[in-house]
T-cell receptor, first 113, second 116 residues
């Protein structure tokens, strides 16, 4: 069965520091991969997605993620974090033969000034 | 353009009562999904509608849960005889096409359900 692991429940960084949020998936074939962000009281906003092609994906708000098949990972990165990036981040996986997304448990990002 | 909308934004109900949650997808989106976000369970898939096909109900937790989609647009999720463990945020998403065709799901703001 497919699964998604986000090992870090809570991360704290200083504003301006770089950020990497980890995501590992379990699936036998090439998955479809997504990162969503959820601000307090808000729905999920899509940051970026990977279906195929270039394994380095650019998203909104200066985020990027890299699909590494050998490591079954799809880590989210940002070179310089802004205070407004404080939110909860969810990695999700889907496949070509199912239509539902499987979500990780989320990583809560806190940004200190 | 307009995104996915859900109503009500908050719903408080008493144990044993029935509730209906509504989702208006993005215009033209043929695929519609319901997910549930609860403490300790994370985000879990409930049900999926695609066009005129039979819905995928594989994620519904019990027969107290049902959903319909009228006219290929608006969807209603109904929970009968609510229990305290039903308390959660119910999220609706829509996409132009199914995931198998690399469709991207766009989420609404959710309905927070509290069962007393």
């Amino acid at each position: 069965a497919q699964s998604v692991t986000q090992p870090d429940i809570h991360i704290t960084v200083s504003e301006g520091a770089s950020l990497e949020l980890r995501c590992n998936y379990s699936y036998g074939a090439t998955p479809y991969l997504f990162w969503y962000v959820q601000s307090p009281g808000q729905g999920l906003q899509l940051l970026l997605k990977y279906f195929s092609g270039d394994t380095l994906v650019q998203g909104i708000k200066g985020f990027e993620a890299e699909f590494k098949r050998s490591q079954s990972s799809f880590n989210l990165r940002k070179p310089s974090v802004h205070w407004s990036d404080a939110a909860e981040y969810f990695c999700a996986v889907g496949t070509y033969n199912t239509d539902k997304l499987i979500f990780g448990t989320g990583t809560r990002l806190q940004v200190f000034p | 353009g307009a995104g996915v909308s859900q109503s009500p934004s908050n719903k408080v109900t008493e144990k044993g009562k029935d509730v209906e949650l509504r989702c208006d997808p993005i215009s033209g989106h043929t695929a519609l999904y319901w997910y549930r976000q609860s403490l300790g369970q994370g985000l879990e898939f409930l049900i999926y509608f695609q066009g005129n096909s039979a819905p995928d109900k594989s994620g519904l937790p019990s027969d107290r849960f049902s959903a319909e989609r009228t006219g290929g647009s608006v969807s209603t999720l109904t929970i009968q005889r609510t229990q305290q463990e039903d308390s959660a945020v119910y999220l609706c998403a829509s996409s132009l096409k199914g995931l198998a065709e690399t469709g991207t799901q766009y989420f609404g703001p959710g309905t927070r359900l509290t069962v007393l």
